[in-house]
């Protein structure tokens, strides 16, 4: 079974079946569809395990020293990071944590343990619990990772500060969900939940 990738006119058009949910789409307009389709799996979680717990800034910048210890400031093939002495790999700004991470990342894909080819016939749920065997890769960033990589259209976040603080004002709640309660309340949007967290994030912004 080949899994469906993320249709963002279709998706919409369900969510605005949905009277709160269309009102909010009204407010915001369309949502740019979230989805990188260049990137390489390898690539992608190695960039989330540098961008984890950094502002944006100091993120980037040390993802761009990492690019420049390879040739042409290409991203690196897992062979290639595995080349690279960790003292150098340290030299970019990781810290010795991450830069395990990476190399474990780089190790598990490397041998076949991730098996990268075969994401487009496993589950979200079989993907999840895939990747989240590499240290430094929680369920958080495989979800991520689901939305914005693989262009999976039904991944509801619900350990998401965003995602809780969205609920929270849409439905007009007391205090915020908990990933149950989340889920019955998006049991309408179910085939449709990575457009509609897009749309919970957008009621947050700003805050």
Do not use: C
């Given at each position: 079974?080949?899994?469906?990738?993320?249709?963002?006119?279709?998706?919409l058009?369900?969510?605005?079946?949905?009277?709160?949910?269309?009102?909010?789409?009204k407010?915001?307009?369309?949502?740019?569809?979230?989805?990188?389709?260049?990137?390489?799996?390898?690539?992608?979680?190695?960039?989330?395990?540098?961008?984890?717990?950094?502002?944006?800034?100091?993120?980037?910048?040390?993802?761009?020293?990492?690019?420049?210890?390879?040739?042409?400031?290409?991203?690196?093939?897992?062979?290639?990071?595995?080349?690279?002495?960790?003292?150098?790999?340290?030299?970019?700004?990781?810290?010795?944590?991450?830069?395990?991470?990476?190399?474990?990342?780089?190790?598990?894909?490397?041998n076949?343990?991730?098996?990268?080819?075969?994401?487009?016939?496993?589950?979200?749920?079989?993907?999840?619990?895939?990747?989240?065997?590499?240290?430094?890769?929680?369920?958080?960033?495989?979800?991520?990772?689901?939305?914005?990589?693989?262009?999976?259209?039904?991944?509801?976040?619900?350990?998401?500060?965003?995602?809780?603080?969205?609920?929270?004002?849409?439905?007009?709640?007391k205090?915020?969900?908990?990933?149950?309660?989340?889920?019955?309340?998006?049991?309408?949007?179910?085939?449709?939940?990575?457009?509609?967290?897009?749309?919970l994030?957008?009621?947050?912004?700003?805050?």
């Open positions: 079974m080949v899994f469906k990738s993320l249709n963002l006119n279709q998706s058009r369900h969510l605005k079946r949905d009277k709160k949910l269309a009102k909010i789409i407010k915001h307009g369309v949502i740019k569809k979230p989805y990188r389709p260049s990137r390489h799996p390898f690539e992608s979680l190695v960039q989330s395990i540098v961008y984890q717990q950094l502002s944006g800034k100091a993120a980037r910048t040390i993802f761009q020293r990492f690019l420049k210890l390879f040739k042409k400031g290409r991203f690196p093939k897992p062979d290639e990071v595995l080349k690279v002495p960790l003292v150098k790999l340290r030299s970019a700004g990781l810290s010795n944590q991450k830069t395990n991470y990476i190399l474990n990342l780089a190790r598990k894909f490397s076949g343990e991730i098996a990268h080819n075969q994401f487009h016939v496993m589950s979200d749920e079989e993907i999840i619990g895939h990747i989240t065997k590499v240290k430094g890769i929680g369920v958080w960033t495989a979800q991520m990772f689901l939305m914005f990589s693989l262009n999976r259209p039904d991944v509801l976040p619900t350990g998401d500060l965003g995602i809780k603080k969205g609920f929270k004002k849409l439905f007009g709640l205090q915020f969900p908990s990933p149950r309660q989340m889920e019955k309340l998006a049991e309408s949007w179910r085939g449709h939940r990575t457009v509609a967290s897009l749309y994030w957008k009621i947050v912004d700003g805050e």
